[in-house]
């Protein structure tokens, strides 16, 4: 499991473990030290003997390269701005069903709804929320009500608190 941190901050650990090392501390204190376990000060201590200092540089972090580029993505977030009813949706939500099938739609790549989720992520982009309104609202009567009523209430009850 990857320990949390930046590539900066793993690679800085790593070089004050190596310079522990340096100065005759021994593994398991210096493993004490720098929170890693004495097995990964070990495999440190040897890949900075096999390749020298390019040993310690930070790696690249795990995981499969993304289906979708940089300009693929920013053309993505724009069609998402666009609206779910824009692309022929009956209500305005975005679901991850209808994510991936616009995402096949627009650029050829399968996937799942979970796969979808991820760019989203990636994207740092969240689904905008529908209002919340009830379907007998009236609005011509919510603004009589702040235009005639409520002045009058409110005069009302200043003028009986003086």
């Known amino acids: 499991m990857r320990p949390k941190g930046t590539q900066q901050q793993l690679e800085i650990r790593r070089r004050v473990a190596m310079a522990l090392l340096q100065d005759s501390w021994g593994v398991r204190k210096v493993a004490r030290h720098v929170q890693a376990s004495p097995g990964s000060v070990c495999r440190w201590r040897d890949t900075l003997g096999h390749q020298g200092e390019t040993g310690r540089n930070a790696k690249r972090h795990p995981g499969s390269t993304p289906k979708l580029s940089a300009e693929p993505c ?69 603004a009589r009500w702040r235009t005639q009523t409520w002045p009058q209430r409110k005069k009302t009850r200043v003028a009986n608190l003086t």
């Open 74 to 142: 920013q053309s993505l977030l724009a069609l998402l701005s666009q609206g779910a009813r824009a692309h022929g949706y009956r209500n305005a939500l975005w679901t991850l069903r209808r994510i991936a099938a616009l995402m096949e739609r627009h650029f050829g790549l399968a996937y799942c709804p979970s796969g979808g989720w991820r760019v989203l992520r990636r994207l740092k982009w969240r689904p905008p929320k529908p209002a919340r309104r009830a379907r007998e609202r009236d609005e011509d009567a919510m």
